[in-house]
């Protein structure tokens, strides 16, 4: 199962602005672990000045450290194996959630009037990003950063992880030092394809000294044109990324391996009607993420060519009626009937 936002952390008591995992975000996990496969938990913020949205669970205090040893139980009560994803949403943060700097490669201003997915808290009005222009981030801030990285694999695999990827995609702030129009910088990390690889690979290489490299995957989307990454050089900048990341985290796989040195997972576009294309192509792994949103028993349909139960993309960041477990822990296993109806539209209905 592939990382996937989904907005259902709960307020850690006495602390402001902190969100934590609880029995319904173990429920959820737990319903689409299976023996042997892998899930990538949703990104997970390593310090406060990293989260980018409302909701959205830690790893920086204690309680929220609770909260993930429950979700890693469930998965691993049902033989699953999990890695715990940690992102910082760079210049997508902003300072009413956070209460900290918006902070990214550089001070690039938003050329779009994109807004933030939630409305403040106090006015409930809806929030431009290119109101709150990020800073140039020093290098004690990159320095910094990459503390709060390691200290979080730390922890996880303390928690007991099974290991944890970085999220170097999705236009988020390791992605932004790899986009020529996002990294503006003329120091070491930018000015180049290689230099603008600098962050990730220190990064990469300083988790990987902290919790060993076979226990570290990134993600990487050098396609990607999310959140204003719109960066050139692309081959130039992610062949070479590639070519650092398998020169020192050799792989054991067989299958794409031989061309890039390390195991890979394909993520988007697949179905029922073209996995096993995926395997045939050589991928080490297919992940899906939305498919398993509706469907808990995912691998089971899969397997025994099951229709698979559709999505109601309105409730992929929230359920917005106050109750947690709608469009999350709700949806039925094959063969059960579920308390609401789809409409024509794609949206969740209950009685």
């Not at 907005?7 to 959820?28: H, S």
């Not at 397997?303 to 709608?326: C, M, P």
């Not at 579920?338 to 209950?350: H, L, N, P």
């Amino acid at each position: 199962m592939a990382p996937m936002t989904r907005n259902r952390g709960v307020p850690v008591p006495n602390q402001d602005r902190m969100w934590m995992t609880d029995d319904v975000v173990a429920l959820y996990y737990s319903q689409r672990a299976s023996p042997g496969g892998l899930i990538i938990t949703e990104g997970i913020p390593p310090s406060l000045k990293a989260a980018g949205m409302p909701n959205v669970a830690g790893i920086f205090h204690e309680t929220q450290i609770t909260g993930w040893r429950k979700v890693m139980g469930s998965v691993h009560a049902k033989g699953g194996v999990i890695y715990a994803q940690l992102w910082h949403a760079g210049r997508t943060t902003i300072p009413q959630f956070t209460g900290c700097p918006v902070v990214s490669a550089s001070s690039v201003p938003w050329e779009t009037e994109d807004a933030y997915p939630f409305r403040t808290p106090d006015t409930k009005e809806k929030i431009r990003y290119r109101d709150f222009p990020s800073v140039e981030m020093t290098r004690d801030q990159i320095a910094q950063t990459t503390r709060d990285f390691v200290k979080a694999a730390e922890r996880a695999i303390a928690v007991g992880f099974d290991g944890v990827e970085l999220n170097a995609g999705n236009g988020n702030l390791i992605d932004q030092f790899l986009h020529s129009n996002l990294n503006l910088r003329s120091d070491e990390y930018g000015g180049s394809p290689e230099a603008r690889c600098k962050f990730p690979l220190d990064l990469l290489d300083a988790v990987a000294s902290a919790t060993g490299p076979s226990n570290v995957a990134i993600r990487l989307e050098p396609a990607c044109s999310y959140q204003g990454t719109y960066g050139m050089e692309r081959v130039e900048t992610w062949s070479y990324l590639c070519s650092q990341i398998a020169s020192k985290y050799s792989g054991s796989s067989e299958k794409l391996s031989y061309k890039v040195g390390i195991p890979c997972i394909s993520c988007g576009g697949w179905d029922e009607s073209n996995v096993s294309d995926g395997v045939k192509q050589g991928w080490d792994g297919i992940a899906f993420a939305r498919w398993f949103v509706s469907n808990q028993d995912l691998v089971e349909r899969l397997r025994t060519g099951a229709k698979l139960q559709d999505f109601d993309r309105s409730r992929f960041y929230g359920s917005w009626d106050g109750e947690r477990g709608h469009g999350y822990t709700d949806y039925p296993k094959a063969g059960e009937t579920g308390d609401f109806e789809m409409d024509a539209s794609g949206k969740i209905v209950y009685e």
